[in-house]
């Protein structure tokens, strides 16, 4: 059986979406100029990318159509989509994966889709707090 794929929608981010996204308090990653649509390839309606993460409890999605754009925070309160399954590109066929989707996406899962975005440079808050869990993590060793 064949997985499903992401759509190969990529949208370049307008200057007012990346101002409010270089607003964003505790930013995951450095800022990009495009996103690629994260739904399943041939979902009907707009396309949906993961534009940034603020700490870790909200993510600011970017939804997108040929007539209208709009930034969506989704957060514990507004919902991810709780589906969970094997992720097709996992070794280990025991391992649960929750969808990283919002709620209300159209068609497949995100664990259910190879993962064939880009991956992103973490923020530098973030590679610090990376490089301190390593040197903790190898000091315990």
């Excluded at 064949?2 to 450095?30: G, K, Y």
């Excluded at 990009?32 to 649509?37: G, S």
């Excluded at 870790?56 to 754009?69: P, Q």
């Excluded at 709009?70 to 996992?90: F, H, K, N, Q």
């Amino acid at each position: 059986m064949n997985s499903p794929h992401e759509c190969a929608t990529t949208v370049v981010l307008n200057e007012d979406e990346s101002e409010r996204l270089a607003q964003v308090p505790d930013p995951a990653h450095e800022p990009v100029d495009a996103l690629p649509c994260e739904l399943q390839a041939g979902h009907p309606g707009p396309h949906m990318a993961m534009a940034q993460v603020s700490g870790a409890d909200t993510a600011w999605w970017l939804r997108w159509s040929a007539t209208d754009r709009a930034l969506i925070a989704v957060d514990e309160e507004t919902g991810y989509c709780e589906a969970s399954g094997p992720a097709v590109d996992s070794q280990n066929r025991d391992e649960c994966w929750l969808c990283q989707l919002p709620a209300d996406h159209f068609g497949a899962h995100s664990w259910q889709m190879p993962n064939t975005t880009t991956g992103r440079i973490p923020s530098e808050a973030n590679q610090q707090k990376l490089i301190d869990l390593a040197n903790e993590l190898m000091e315990r060793q």
